[in-house]
T-cell receptor, first 110, second 114 residues
Framework: GENVEQHPSTLSVQEGDSAVIKCTYS??????FPWYKQELGKRPQLIID?????GEKKDQRIAVTLNKTAKHFSLHITETQPEDSAVYFC?????????FGSGTKLNVKP | NAGVTQTPKFRVLKTGQSMTLLCAQD?????MYWYRQDPGMGLRLIHY???????AKGEVPDGYNVSRLKKQNFLLGLESAAPSQTSVYFC?????????????FGEGSRLTVL
């Protein structure tokens, strides 16, 4: 099955700085790579996703890059704000199964 | 729309007891999933269903059973609860028409097994 590794497990940045979270996956058949944000005590919610036929996708302050050859993908958050503080999960999979990374706790200090 | 609803939201069991978690979605989604979330381990897939009447095993299926008798409902059962099953359980659903898409999660069910 798929194995998704995510780093770092915790990340602390100053407000306004950028944050980068990296994930690797093992199954070359995976073709969908979403990122979820989970605030404390809440459900995970999709913030951005990328498919295997695309190398980069951007949505305002959030961007994701994918390197299929190296089997890794990354989340980039620019101009971080305190409300970005949460746990972020990457995932990899295909049309009916998704495997999640272990999560990154992002703390944005005002 | 209520989206994805899980019941109960909290439950405390003694070792060996049984229980069922109910997930209901009103979005007419084909696919439904049960995940468990433990500290430092992310979300791990227990079982999933690709349509009414179907179920399949995920990463950590042992000790759990599921049923999808109706399209809108996905039940997760613990026949003989163990302390290792103490966790937060999330149900999710997605609509897939040939391409993978967003998972819509329920609010979670916190289960403690003593």
């Amino acid at each position: 099955g798929e194995n998704v590794e995510q780093h770092p497990s915790t990340l602390s940045v100053q407000e306004g700085d950028s944050a980068v979270i990296k994930c690797t996956y093992s199954d070359s058949a995976s073709n969908y790579f979403p990122w979820y944000k989970q605030e404390l005590g809440k459900r995970p919610q999709l913030i951005i996703d990328i498919r295997s036929n695309v190398g980069e996708k951007k949505d305002q302050r959030i961007a994701v890059t994918l390197n299929k050859t190296a089997k890794h993908f990354s989340l980039h958050i620019t101009e971080t704000q305190p409300e970005d503080s949460a746990v972020y999960f990457c995932a990899a999979g295909n049309f009916n199964k998704f495997y999640f990374g272990s999560g990154t706790k992002l703390n944005v200090k005002p | 729309n209520a989206g994805v609803t899980q019941t109960p939201k909290f439950r405390v069991l003694k070792t060996g007891q049984s229980m069922t978690l109910l997930c209901a979605q009103d979005m007419n989604h084909e696919y439904m999933y049960w995940y468990r979330q433990d500290p430092g381990m992310g979300l791990r897939l227990i079982h999933y269903s690709v349509g009414e009447g179907t179920t399949a095993k995920g990463e950590v299926p042992d000790g759990y059973n599921v049923s999808r008798l109706k399209k809108q409902n996905f039940l997760l059962g613990l026949e003989s609860a163990a302390p290792s099953q103490t966790s937060v359980y999330f149900c999710a659903s997605s609509f897939v028409a040939g391409v993978p898409g967003e998972l819509f999660f329920g609010e979670g069910s916190r289960l403690t097994v003593l």
